[in-house]
Each structure stands twice: as structure tokens, then as C-alpha cells.
């Protein structure tokens, strides 16, 4: 008795371990079925997704920042097509006032003679200075201008040469028509200058404008050469020359009497616009070193980027030159009344806007765009686009056909179990009943 009841408690104890040996399959099967229509997410994962907010409520960063930092992401050089058409209209209606309407020379290029008149106080006005001139004289003046303000305000008035009779006989016809204070505060001619300039000189002074012009070029040249590669050092000229013929379109637009203060305020800009644009090319540098190694953003791309990194260091270079020019331009002409600052002020005024300009919207997109023309820059350029256009083919792939492929695996599986003489099902593991041990 006790051996068949010990018997049958093995055997017993032998179906609950093979029962339980069995079920392990079963549960194991549906927990992979479960993993795999639906992951498991954790609560965290659900608690985030729920209190996630929508993308409009997300944080903008407004355009200064954007700007700030260089993230503005402003596509300059993929619209450098609109950039060269505004930069051709510009050179175009530069060169064509230069053409049609020239220059306004002043008296240190052409000669002649400059009489100066107190104000006074009222003040007098151009246009009466002008009808004195024609009665005393009988011929019109070239200029009549009034500078500075306040007491230190003056009347300059510019003719072509006058003899000395034809001086004295305008400075009396100022003095009776004006009653100009001299220094001792009372009226006579000498409260009234003159000035003459011979022709000769004026020539002289023109030709060592042009060689100091020449040279200054050249010396740059030299150095953009040896600083920079081929493309750059083209670009960076070119940019240049751009800067001087757009500036000197504005003189002639405008009608800026042209001085010798003008021509050092003009080398004074180009070497602004040389550095401005030096600052883009040493970023554009330094992004695209090595660019043909790697695959991620093509040359152009790079360079954009470097133009959105270097926005506001060339704003705030732009600014922080123009605010004592502007400080010059009203201390000179409002305050003082020296006119040969006006002249250096308004050039450099004029020249840091169109180098500003021209650094960022005409330098670097040539520099693309002669750079795209090589072999080197081309391939590299291929080689990115195909790489995107593999990738988002395949994205595509997966958003459109991931759940097919899905299925289609899932149905595939049992198949191949079958052909093999299965159920595609998991087997279970089969066990012979033990006989009782007498």
C-alpha cells in the first residue's frame, strides 16, 4: 500500500511538473505576441506624451536673437540670383550718373576762388548772397552753400578764378549788402575771406589722389593674394571695387562736392569693406575645412552658415563706426562749421553702408558661386544631394509600406513552419507517463 501510494504521488507530482513545463511556452508565446502588436510604454513615457504641449505653444525666438546668436538660419546664399540682380541695379545706376551726370569737383581739383561771409544774426540767405554776386559781377556763382550753425555759421561762396579787382569789388558789395561783423564786432571787410586755387595745383592734387588711390589698391591686393586662396582673393577684390564704384555712384547722384578729404575718407572706406569682408571669409574658412570629407551640409551650405554667424558681429562693427562718424558730421558741419570734415564724414558714412552690404550679400555668394564651379566643390556637392535624396527615399519607404512589411512578415512565418510539416505553432514537449514502481 504505502508503495503504491508513493507511486501514484510521483506520478502526480510528474503531470503538475510537465504541465507546468508546457504552459512556460504558452505564456511565452503570448507575451511575444503582446511585445510585438504593441510595445510596452512605460508611465513615464505616457505621462510626457500627455502633458506634452502642442508645437505652436513651443518658445519662438524672435528675429533679434535669432540674429544674435547666428541661428537665424537667413537663406543668403540660396538666393544669391536676387542678390546679384539688387547688386546690378546698384552698379548700374552708379555707373550711369557717372556717366551722364559726373562729378561735382570742388575748388582744391578745379581751381577758382572761395569767398566766405559771416551769417550773421538773422542769418543771411544763399539765394541773397547769390544776387550780390550777379550785380557785383555780372556772372552767376558756381556755389553758394551755407555751413555750420548758430554764430560759427558761414556763407562760402565758389566762383571760377577772380582777379583782384573783381575780389575787392564783390567783398565791398557784400559789406554794403550785409553789414558782415569782423572780430572786433564791427562791420567791415574784414569780417570776409578769399581764397584762390590755380588750376595747376588742383592737378597736382588730382594726380596724387589717383596714386594714392592706385597704390593702396595695389598694397591690397598683394596682401589678399598671399592671405587667401584664389576664389577668395577674387571675391574679396571684386568686393572692393564694387564698394568704391557704388560710392562714388552716390557722390555723383547726390551731387557731394568731391574734395580731397573725400579721397581720404574713400581709401579710409575700402579698407572698412576690406575688413568686413575679411571677417565673413576667416568664418567661411574655418566652417568649410575639410568639407569634402563629410557629407552633412554641401559647400554653399556651409558658407550660408558662416554669413548667419557673422550677421551681427558685421551689424555691430557697421554701428559702432558709424555712430562717431555721425557724431563728426554734426560737430563739424552744425556745430563748427568746417567743412572738410563734412566731406570726410559723409564718404565714410556712404562707404560703411554699401561695405556692410557688400560683405554679406555680394562677397560671399560669388565666392559660392565660382567655388561650385570647380571639380572639387561640384562632386562633393552630388555626392551630399544623393545622399539626401537616398535617405528620404527610404523614410518615405518606411511611413508608406512599414506596416505591409510588418504583416507580411507575420504571415510568412506560420508558412515556413507549415512547408516544414509543422503547425507554425510552438511544439510541446510530450513525456511518457511513468509506470507505477510495485
Not at 570629407?293 to 558658407?303: G, L, P, S
Not at 562717431?324 to 564724414?345: E, K, N, R, S, Y
Request: aromatic share 6%; charged share 20%.
Amino acid at each position: 500500500m504505502t508503495g503504491r501510494h508513493s507511486g501514484d504521488h510521483d506520478d502526480t507530482a510528474g503531470e503538475d511538473r510537465k504541465e507546468q513545463h508546457v504552459s512556460e511556452p504558452r505564456v511565452g508565446l503570448t507575451k511575444a505576441k503582446a511585445s510585438d502588436e504593441a510595445p510596452p510604454v512605460s508611465v513615464g513615457a505616457v505621462e510626457q506624451t500627455e502633458s506634452t504641449e502642442p508645437a505652436e505653444s513651443a518658445p519662438k525666438h524672435g528675429f533679434l536673437n535669432r540674429l544674435y546668436t547666428g541661428t537665424g538660419g537667413f537663406d543668403v546664399i540660396g538666393k544669391r540670383k536676387l542678390w546679384y540682380a539688387v547688386s546690378g541695379i546698384i552698379l548700374a545706376i552708379a555707373v550711369l550718373s557717372m556717366v551722364l551726370r559726373g562729378f561735382t569737383f570742388g575748388i582744391d581739383f578745379e581751381g577758382g576762388t572761395k569767398v566766405s561771409i559771416p551769417a550773421g544774426d538773422p542769418a543771411i540767405s544763399t539765394t541773397q548772397v547769390e544776387e550780390v554776386f550777379s550785380q557785383a559781377l555780372g556772372t552767376a556763382p558756381e556755389s553758394v552753400v551755407l555751413v555750420g550753425s548758430g554764430e560759427s555759421a558761414t556763407v562760402q561762396v565758389r566762383s571760377e578764378t577772380l582777379t583782384g579787382e573783381q575780389t575787392d569789388e564783390l567783398t565791398a558789395a557784400l559789406v554794403e549788402a550785409f553789414h558782415p561783423k569782423g572780430p572786433d564786432g564791427q562791420p567791415g571787410p574784414e569780417a570776409i575771406s578769399s581764397s584762390d586755387v590755380s588750376p595747376t595745383w588742383g592737378g597736382q592734387i588730382t594726380n596724387k589722389a589717383l596714386i594714392a588711390l592706385v597704390v593702396f589698391v595695389l598694397i591690397v591686393s598683394i596682401y589678399i593674394a598671399v592671405r587667401y586662396e584664389r576664389y577668395m582673393a577674387i571675391s574679396a577684390l571684386a568686393t572692393m571695387f564694387f564698394d568704391l564704384v557704388v560710392t562714388a555712384g552716390v557722390y555723383s547722384l547726390v551731387g557731394f562736392e568731391v574734395t580731397p578729404a573725400t579721397v581720404i575718407g574713400l581709401l579710409t572706406i575700402l579698407g572698412f569693406s576690406l575688413y568686413d569682408t575679411v571677417i565673413v571669409f576667416d568664418k567661411v574658412e574655418e566652417n568649410t575645412e575639410g568639407f569634402e570629407h563629410t557629407t552633412r551640409r554641401t559647400y554653399a551650405e556651409q558658407a550660408n552658415l558662416a554669413v548667419n554667424q557673422t550677421f551681427m558681429r558685421s551689424i555691430n562693427t557697421s554701428v559702432i563706426s558709424a555712430l562717431p562718424i555721425i557724431a563728426l558730421m554734426i560737430i563739424a558741419v552744425w556745430l563748427l562749421g568746417v567743412g572738410t570734415l563734412q566731406d570726410l564724414a559723409l564718404v565714410q558714412l556712404v562707404g560703411v553702408v554699401v561695405g556692410t552690404y557688400s560683405s554679406i550679400y555680394f562677397a560671399t555668394p560669388l565666392l559660392v558661386s565660382m567655388r561650385e564651379r570647380t571639380e572639387l566643390v561640384g562632386n562633393h556637392t552630388r555626392r551630399v544631394l544623393k545622399k539626401r535624396a537616398r535617405a528620404a527615399g527610404t523614410d518615405r519607404a518606411e511611413e508608406s509600406g512599414g506596416d505591409e512589411l510588418v504583416e507580411a512578415a507575420a504571415a510568412k512565418t506560420p508558412a515556413k513552419a507549415a512547408a516544414a510539416g509543422g503547425t507554425g505553432r510552438p511544439s510541446r514537449p510530450t513525456g511518457k507517463r511513468k509506470s507505477p514502481r510495485n
